[in-house]
């Protein structure tokens, strides 16, 4: 319904509420755009000069642009409590729960996106600013906190399941970033000091777009939407959406390689 807008192609539960929304947003200022536009032109002749040689101290007596206007802010009120913030109230307020829900922390910082994901456990491990290292943990995971063994953590890559809902607390580390899935209809700013949850269910996996889309190179990209510094343009990262099963691979690969890992006594 909405092709019209050319949108980047869709691959979240909700994202058709959003698309439909852009779309009444177009026709509705379409419509405002074809009728303020009719009444300049209509103006620009009927009130000509040589119609009109003299001001007119009365203006206009008849109601009818008030009647317009009243009509105008009616269609916005209706966009606004009708469309947008019931959608905006779906988005925020009603979080699946955590039982349910995929949880992936995402710490933005320049210019990069650290994933830190609990592992099977669900208990996210301890962090410490204090154990922080730009090269080798940015995220400053304590590794020593039993919770923190099976934690995995990814850099500028977002693994997730498919038709599962995923919760990502937002964090930054240093100033403003905006976290946006163009695909999943999603994005939200990171702010530094607040964590911020936004939700969405990734319902097409990336190699079912990539056939799609007849394009075997196509990724996910998150790009950051908010310009945060010199080398904003090239802080994005890639989300790489699984079948479930896949999924449990990755999660069981990973593990795998952390174990490895501990076995290091010089790590
Ligand atoms: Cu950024």
Redesign the pocket.
Known sequence: MTEWLRLPALASAHGGQIDSMIGWVHVFMLILFVGWGGFYLFCLFRFRRSRQPVANYTGVKSHTSSYLEVGVAVVEAILLFGFAIPLWAARVDRMPSTSEALLVDVT?E??AWNAHYAGPDGVFGRTDIKLIDTQDNPLGLDRSDPAAKDDITTLNQLYLPVNKPIIVRLRSKDMI?SFGVPEFRVKQDAIPGLTIPIWFVPNVTTAEMRTRMGNPEFQYEIA?A?L?GLG?YR?RGFVTVLGTDEFQKWVEDEEAKLKEQGADPFR
Do not use: D, N, T, V
Request: overall charge neutral.
């Open positions: 933005a320049q210019f970033h950051c908010q945060c904003h802080m």
